[in-house]
């Protein structure tokens, strides 16, 4: 409600009354708060471009290697992960030859059967056993750094000698160190960490495809 004073001249005062505030205005007000704290956000990526460098050439290195990407995520992170795969195997931006990545998160009977053998920390891990070979890269999505089947991945992958990259948030939790490279977006709201990922890994599609081979 938005208070408002009237001159009332029969009274020969001012009188308080209210009425309703706009809808537009309270959520062009809160949109506007939301923009900001993605702009401070994403202005904190500046500082991770050393460590990106260093990741493009990991993936690099593996696709033209003739090696894969193996990609996971834990909660919201599982649609990023699909995302991030498929920029890999279809195309980001330019026209071009498909590179083998596969999302970890995308098999729903295999991860329902590992939960019901095994655990669910294991839905990752158990694939990456199965599938990583050494010169694969396993990337791994997580906005608090505390999702455990993300870290049980990372430590799979660390047994089978396959280099990681494991984008994080927060202070990097408990995942933080287990990859070969991290990108921690700094902050406390999960979904600007979020939006800061996913910055971060289409810049790194972006950077990879420039140097890709089109056939």
């Not at 706009?22 to 500082?47: D, G, K, N, W």
């Not at 990372?154 to 990859?179: C, H, P, Q, Y």
């Not at 991290?182 to 902050?187: A, S, W």
Request: proline content about 3%.
């Amino acid at each position: 409600m938005l208070a408002m004073r009237w001159f009332c001249p029969n009274e020969g005062r001012f009188q308080l009354f209210f009425r309703r505030t706009p809808f537009y205005a309270v959520a062009m007000s809160h949109l506007q708060r939301t923009i900001e704290e993605s702009i401070v956000t994403l202005r904190s990526l500046a500082a991770l471009a050393e460590p990106l460098d260093r990741a493009v050439l990991l993936v690099l290195r593996a696709l033209l290697g003739g090696r894969k990407l193996l990609v996971c995520g834990n909660g919201g992170s599982a649609s990023d992960a699909t995302h991030l795969a498929t920029e890999f195997l279809c195309r980001f931006q330019n026209d071009r030859r498909p590179y083998p990545a596969i999302s970890l998160t995308a098999n729903g009977e295999f991860m329902t059967a590992v939960c019901n053998d095994y655990h669910a920390d294991e839905i990752f891990a158990r694939q990456v056993w199965g599938l990583a070979e050494k010169g694969d890269v396993l990337i791994g999505l997580t906005t608090s750094g505390k999702s455990k089947n993300i870290v049980r991945a990372l430590e799979e992958a660390k047994k089978k000698g396959v280099e990681s990259i494991a984008f994080l948030g927060r202070d990097g939790g408990f995942t933080k160190g287990l990859a070969t490279i991290d990108l921690i977006v700094p902050g406390n709201n999960t979904a600007r960490i979020q939006e800061g990922q996913k910055v971060l890994y289409h810049a790194l599609c972006e950077m990879v495809e420039e140097k890709l081979p089109k056939q």
